[in-house]
């Protein structure tokens, strides 16, 4: 039986690599594009490697900056496949259905890069195995971190074996054990949450950084991801749609649209009640949010990008809660893109600078990202597209039925 | 205030000895035999050699006196420059000497006016130079306190271990105390200016 | 629709999935060994740094190769005998340091006394003590300080200084979050770090309510001459590119019963550092008699480190 489910596997790698190889001049086009800034992105980072985190423009005031802030953006965005793994297995509701596996593949393809940017942020990754359990010394569970650590690599075991289980049993016409696949993507319903959860914990639990030791951070970092992930998924459907002979129904787009509307306005929520009490209170811990918001004695480098992601939000918000724009496609990706803009700030660098800066002991050091995390970033977004791309590439052939065995496997004998 | 006291001090130089001098000096005669000539006034003896009543033996490094300024003698014999106690400012010899030091003060307040290589307490008894922790205790008593437990001054040697005594003169000028404002060392170099070094580039 | 055996192909399963625990561990380490080698390679760590453990972890026998390879290391890289010591805490002693915030004049010189001491990188620049100027008339209050004040001479009217350096918490916030348990706290109070064992993320950084800690982002450069030889383990032993460090309370010092160097150097006699659990020390007569207060209490770290008005 084994050596038939091996045999199976090879024929499905063979076939699939067959079809990484197989595709439009667009496909190509797209592909070498990425492969380019993926090698520009190794080049800086054997240039970071060589000479070390000097290159960027991270110093002790600033200890963390773009590749935490892209990381984090990240986290949610890998949270996002929950968005449609609840309506559609939890309410049975069809036309998400068949498309959530695109939303795992996202997650995964989200959570490879987030694994590149912890990677090429610490200062020693020849001893990035000090951190795998029973191999290293994990800090459980004192260490949020190592929650982290166990919670994003066990999303991302997760969600790769049921894309994999899935896939393969489609390739095999055999039908998916529902007793396996429904409690794994039932448990992805809370990994998913936990994931994003624990990574708001790690900045949440530190006293030192009073922006961050807010009590409604993790709340927000869950309506940001819910409002952010799903977007980029509704652009890429739209393309697959185009590209393929993929089917995904109106309906579907604009359910998940309306229920992004909602986190989004959550969201702004709980932005405006952070800025009440630091702006109110006005105590000392309001000179972050004052640094964020209006600028702080003189420094007003974050400004403009806090109020333009204010601005992308509140527009995303109307234009997904009217059904009008929410149903034109040129306003609803107008939304997409604005809103995705607007987390990327408020999740990125909208949360890491001010949260560190001033520093613990009053000093203002203005961190701009240096052309080596600029092109180290764009490798490893480049990295993350480009698995989701060739996933893609052989994935939506085989929920077409395209690509499969000529009959159906044979049973496994009972 | 200052003159009040330099008479007190005149008043038991040249008047009689007081009533605890006596007892002392009974008690010195009291050892005459084997024992040294008793100096003719009550003395405190310099450090080592026996302590006023109530200090502890405390080592300390030999006083920063200025070079060749010691012994004292060497011109205050009695005989080479005339004892003047009045106050006054100083222009011959120690016009170098500024004296910022409280209100109304004047050398022999600490000096011994007819023994120049001693200083004397308030209450005339004399001590030696390495012993002026005495006499500035004398006003100073919490800093004294502090500093025979070793919280007061500069700490060096071995935290459980015998303790390294300076006297307060090593630090504070007893003349004019208050510390001079010195130069500070470099200030850190902004996180903006630290740059890669050896080919690297941002 | 039936219930069937699951297929476990699971390309995505990480490796670890069958085995006793011995050989997944080693297949583990076998793998991750293989991968990170080129890694390793490309930055001259030889295999023994490369694979050694957790200091805690460490057999007498295997302490006793690390200390040799350090210094042999060392020694080679400056061109002089280097000592790495592994004094172990003294029975019965618990550190703590005290700061007259009425005597600091800012002059800096324990800055320099530490870096002399400790052997952290000259270019680029790091110092683990930073001296604040604070305004008399505002208090400890860190939106008004600057450490970067160079008037001609110090006080400055109307300033007071406030250094801070590693304050050896007894609840430390860095040692909480660190994910590998690189830097813990040890019996006699210090909290130390395993510069073989730091992995660089910086968490311990972010979670440090004191800025006490530094990074070295690049490769740390010491002049062969000012290097101090005589170096811990856990102390002033040079560091590498890419792990944490921060004020030891001179381990390499107290731990042989001496003063750290910034206690001994410092002018107006300002720091004031003992042993907790002694009654006569130094450092009890200070907690008991003046007015001491601790920075940033209310995040209840604790600190071992207590600022004073002696004055």
């Known amino acids: 039986m084994r050596k038939e489910n091996f045999r199976l596997l090879a024929r499905f790698c063979a076939g699939g690599l067959r079809l990484l190889f ?3 001049r667009s496909y190509y086009a797209w592909v070498a594009f990425l492969l380019a800034l993926v090698g520009v992105g190794t080049l800086a980072y054997l240039g970071q490697l060589r000479h070390g985190l000097i290159q960027t423009s991270m110093r002790d005031q600033v200890s963390w900056g773009f590749y935490i802030g892209n990381f984090t953006f990240l986290v949610g965005v890998a949270a996002a496949a929950v968005m449609l793994v609840i309506p559609a297995y939890v309410y049975e509701w069809k036309p998400i259905k068949e498309i959530t596996l695109l939303g795992e593949v996202l997650a995964i393809a989200a959570l490879v890069m987030c694994l590149g940017f912890v990677l090429v942020d610490i200062g020693r990754p020849d001893r990035f195995w000090h951190i795998i359990p029973f191999v290293g010394l994990l800090n459980f569970p004192s260490s949020l971190l190592a929650w982290d650590v166990l919670a994003l690599n066990g999303y991302l075991g997760l969600n790769g074996f049921i894309v994999l289980y899935l896939l393969f049993s489609a390739y095999t016409r055999r039908p998916y054990a529902k007793r396996l696949v429904y409690p794994l993507v039932f448990l992805s319903i809370p990994m998913a949450v936990s994931i994003h959860t624990v990574t708001a914990y790690l900045y949440n639990g530190l006293g030192a950084r009073p922006y961050w030791n807010s009590a409604i951070l993790a709340p927000r970092f869950l309506t940001s991801a819910f409002c952010s992930g799903p977007a980029i998924l509704l652009i890429l459907l739209q393309i697959l749609r185009k590209q393929t002979r993929l089917e995904i129904k109106d309906e579907a787009i604009f359910k998940i649209a309306e229920l992004m509307a909602y986190a989004m306005g959550i969201n702004l929520f709980l932005t405006a009640a952070e800025a009440f009490k630091e702006f109110y209170t006005n105590s000392q811990e309001a000179v972050y949010i004052r640094y964020l918001y209006v600028g702080y004695k003189g420094h007003t480098t974050l400004v403009p990008f806090a109020w333009a992601s204010v601005a992308c939000g509140l527009a995303a918000f109307l234009l997904f809660l009217i059904p009008r724009t929410r149903k034109n496609w040129v306003t609803l990706n107008a939304g997409c893109v604005l809103i995705y803009a607007s987390v990327y700030i408020e999740k990125g660098m909208g949360l890491i600078i001010p949260g560190l ?13 240096s052309s080596t995390e600029f092109l180290v970033a764009a490798g490893i977004f480049a990295v993350g597209f480009l698995v989701f791309t060739l996933a893609l590439k052989v994935a939506v052939p085989i929920m077409l039925g395209e690509f499969s065995l000529p009959d159906p496997a044979p049973k496994p004998p009972r | 205030m200052g003159i009040r006291g330099g008479d007190w001090i005149r008043r038991q130089r040249l008047g009689g000895v007081p009533a605890w001098g006596a007892l002392l000096a009974a008690c010195f005669a009291a050892s005459w035999l084997g024992a040294q000539t008793p100096p003719p006034r009550e003395t405190a003896p310099t450090a080592g050699e026996g302590q006023p009543p109530g200090a502890e033996e405390i080592q300390v490094p030999p006083p920063p006196f200025t070079e060749g300024i010691f012994p004292c003698t060497q011109c205050h014999d009695g005989k080479t420059v005339p004892l003047n106690t009045r106050p006054r400012n100083l222009v011959d010899m120690h016009d170098d000497v500024v004296l910022r030091h409280g209100t109304d003060r004047w050398c022999l307040d600490c000096h011994s006016a007819d023994q120049r290589d001693h200083l004397h307490l308030v209450d005339g008894r004399l001590i030696g130079f390495s012993e002026s922790y005495l006499l500035c205790g004398q006003c100073h008593g919490d800093k004294l306190r502090d500093w025979k437990v070793g919280v007061h001054g500069k700490r060096t040697g071995s935290w459980n271990g ?11 000028n007893p003349h004019s105390p208050r510390f001079a404002p010195l130069k500070p060392l470099p200030p850190p170099v902004p996180p903006k200016e630290i740059v890669p070094t050896k080919g690297g580039t941002p | 629709m039936s219930a069937r055996r ?33 890694l390793a390679g490309c930055k001259g760590t030889s295999t023994e740094e490369f694979l050694q453990r957790n200091f805690r972890e460490l057999s007498k026998e295997e302490v006793r190769e690390v200390i040799a390879r350090l210094e042999r290391e060392y020694s080679a890289k400056f061109h002089r005998k280097v000592r790495v010591g592994n004094e172990p805490p003294i029975p019965g002693v618990l550190f703590g340091y005290a700061l007259d915030l009425s005597r600091c004049v800012g002059c800096r010189r324990c800055v320099y006394a530490c870096v002399k001491e400790n052997n952290p990188s000259r270019q680029p620049q790091i110092q683990w003590i930073r001296v604040l100027q604070m305004d ?11 450490p970067y004040y160079d008037p001609e001479k110090v006080p400055e009217e109307g300033h007071f200084y406030m250094p801070v350096q590693c304050h050896q918490c007894k609840n430390p ?14 019996p006699d109070g210090i909290t130390v770090i395993d510069y073989n064992w730091c992995i660089g993320c910086r968490y311990c950084m972010a979670a440090c309510p004191y800025g006490a800690r530094r990074f070295n982002w690049d490769e740390p450069h010491i002049p062969p001459q000012d290097l101090n030889p005589e170096t811990h383990y856990f102390g002033n032993r040079p560091r590498y590119r890419g792990v944490v460090e921060k004020c030891t309370f001179c381990i390499q010092r107290t731990r042989k019963g001496l003063y750290p160097a910034c206690v001994e150097i410092c002018p107006t006699g300002s720091r004031k550092f003992g042993n907790l659990l002694d009654p006569q020390s130094e450092i009890r007569y200070v907690l008991e008699t003046k007015r001491v207060f601790l920075f940033k209490e209310e995040l209840n770290t604790e600190p071992r480190f207590y600022y004073f008005y002696g004055v």
């Open chain 1, 22 to 24: 197989a595709g439009s």
């Open chain 3, 136 to 146: 008399k008339d505002k208090g400890v209050d860190l939106q008004h300080a600057t």
């Open chain 3, 173 to 186: 916030p860095c040692v909480k979050v660190c994910p590998v348990k690189a830097t813990w706290k040890e």
């Open chain 2, 162 to 172: 015998q303790k390294r005594y300076l006297l307060c003169v090593h630090c504070h």
């Open chain 3, 6 to 38: 699951p297929f476990s192909a699971g390309g995505a399963v990480s490796p670890a999935a069958e085995g006793s625990p011995s050989r997944r561990r080693f297949l583990a380490v076998a793998g991750t060994a293989a991968v990170a080698a080129a």
């Open chain 1, 357 to 369: 800066t001033p520093d613990t002991l009053g000093e203002i050091y203005t961190y701009r990202p």
